[in-house]
């Protein structure tokens, strides 16, 4: 008999397991036979020793909404938006964790195709882009595609360094990288019976076998793990899904599992810290309020957007 349990995730940030309303085609089926040929068993996690690894992560904000209003076509809608991307890299030897490679950005985008000069806002530079919709959802998906592009140029600086990275968030790099994607909320069940019963078996700091997930663009790596054990919580409470390139052997994709599965429970927010937790680590949540810091006082920004759209000088109040 099904039954039903509150989530300790705070209901703002939605629900670490949602039914997605654009599912996967019936016809993708995903490949449970790349590490385990037979039955599914949970897998410890292996600490390999790895020194170095890097939490990669971003942040956005909408900073004002737009109008391009034209006599004859009318008003089209935009925003102003931000974003700040970056990095906790760990070092496991020293004992201590640091900020590194934060980048932020600005942008105006303007929807229906149609674009317009941002006038010179001080110390703010906002680049101009359109896009064709014209409704919130189209301009911010717009927004989202720069913050991730940028969270990915950071992950390839880091790796190339030598780190380890955990890139919040679905990959989307081909290249047989040291990086796998952390993906905190469920939209699909990857997984069909048996092997999905495996889900709900895994202790902290065990993994399923991997999977290979078939997509338009290029296949991943995939597997679940346990970050921690909650209390009076259901089947998948502290389950995250982890991703890698399906461009490493398979010897690598499983080097990665292991090290994802012995490191991450040890950077699990603990419940009663944050309104995320246990998905949201404590590297990635000390990094958010960092990235946060880095975009500016939320009202002087849109106070000096205001101005400066109005043609007022610098400093004047809107």
Same mark, same amino acid.
């Given at each position: 008999?099904?039954?039903?349990?509150?989530?300790?995730?705070?209901?703002?940030?939605?629900?670490?397991?949602?039914?997605?309303?654009?599912?996967?085609?019936?016809?993708?089926?995903?490949?449970?036979?790349?590490?385990?040929?037979?039955?599914?068993?949970?897998?410890?996690?292996?600490?390999?020793?790895?020194?170095?690894?890097?939490?990669?992560?971003?942040?956005?904000?909408?900073?004002?909404?737009?109008?391009?209003?034209?006599?004859?076509?009318?008003?089209?809608?935009?925003?102003?938006?931000?974003?700040?991307?970056?990095?906790?890299?760990?070092?496991?030897?020293?004992?201590?964790?640091?900020?590194?490679?934060?980048?932020?950005?600005?942008?105006?985008?303007?929807?229906?195709?149609?674009?317009?000069?941002?006038?010179?806002?001080?110390?703010?530079?906002?680049?101009?882009?359109?896009?064709?919709?014209?409704?919130?959802?189209?301009?911010?998906?717009?927004?989202?595609?720069?913050?991730?592009?940028?969270?990915? +140029? $950071? /992950?390839? =600086? #880091?790796?190339?360094?030598?780190?380890?990275?955990? *890139? &919040?968030?679905?990959?989307?790099? !081909?290249?047989?990288?040291?990086?796998?994607?952390?993906?905190?909320?469920?939209?699909?069940?990857?997984?069909?019976?048996?092997?999905?019963?495996?889900?709900?078996?895994?202790?902290?700091?065990?993994?399923?076998?991997?999977?290979?997930?078939?997509?338009?663009?290029?296949?991943?790596?995939?597997?679940?793990?346990?970050?921690?054990?909650?209390?009076?919580?259901?089947?998948?409470?502290?389950?995250?899904?982890? +991703? $890698? /390139?399906? =461009? #490493?052997?398979?010897?690598?994709?499983?080097?990665? *599992? &292991?090290?994802?599965?012995?490191? !991450?429970?040890?950077?699990?927010?603990?419940?009663?810290?944050?309104?995320?937790?246990?998905?949201?680590?404590?590297?990635?949540?000390?990094?958010?309020?960092?990235?946060?810091?880095?975009?500016?006082?939320?009202?002087?920004?849109?106070?000096?957007?205001?101005?400066?759209?109005?043609?007022?000088?610098?400093?004047?109040?809107?």
């Amino acid at each position: 008999m099904a039954r039903l349990y509150v989530e300790d995730w705070s209901p703002e940030y939605g629900a670490p397991f949602e039914s997605d309303p654009d599912p996967l085609p019936s016809e993708v089926v995903v490949d449970t036979a790349v590490e385990v040929r037979g039955a599914w068993e949970p897998i410890p996690g292996r600490d390999d020793g790895v020194r170095l690894v890097a939490f990669v992560d971003g942040v956005q904000r909408l900073e004002a909404r737009l109008t391009l209003d034209d006599p004859d076509s009318g008003p089209t809608p935009g925003i102003c938006a931000a974003y700040a991307v970056g990095a906790s890299v760990w070092d496991r030897d020293a004992r201590a964790s640091t900020v590194r490679g934060v980048a932020v950005g600005r942008v105006a985008i303007f929807g229906g195709g149609r674009s317009a000069p941002m006038p010179a806002v001080p110390g703010l530079h906002y680049a101009t882009e359109s896009v064709e919709g014209i409704d919130l959802p189209a301009l911010a998906s717009r927004l989202n595609t720069r913050r991730r592009q940028a969270e990915t +140029e $950071a /992950a390839r =600086a #880091l790796e190339a360094e030598g780190c380890f990275v955990v *890139a &919040d968030g679905p990959i989307n790099d !081909l290249a047989p990288r040291n990086v796998v994607g952390y993906v905190k909320s469920h939209h699909h069940t990857y997984l069909a019976p048996p092997q999905s019963r495996v889900i709900g078996a895994l202790r902290a700091g065990e993994r399923t076998p991997l999977f290979l997930i078939p997509a338009r663009q290029f296949q991943r790596y995939s597997w679940y793990m346990r970050l921690a054990e909650i209390p009076h919580g259901h089947s998948w409470s502290g389950i995250v899904r982890l +991703e $890698a /390139a399906e =461009a #490493l052997s398979r010897a690598e994709a499983r080097t990665l *599992a &292991d090290r994802t599965a012995a490191l !991450l429970p040890l950077a699990a927010m603990p419940l009663h810290l944050d309104a995320r937790a246990p998905q949201n680590l404590v590297p990635i949540a000390a990094l958010e309020r960092e990235l946060r810091r880095w975009l500016g006082d939320e009202g002087l920004v849109r106070r000096a957007l205001k101005a400066a759209v109005n043609g007022l000088p610098a400093g004047a109040t809107p």
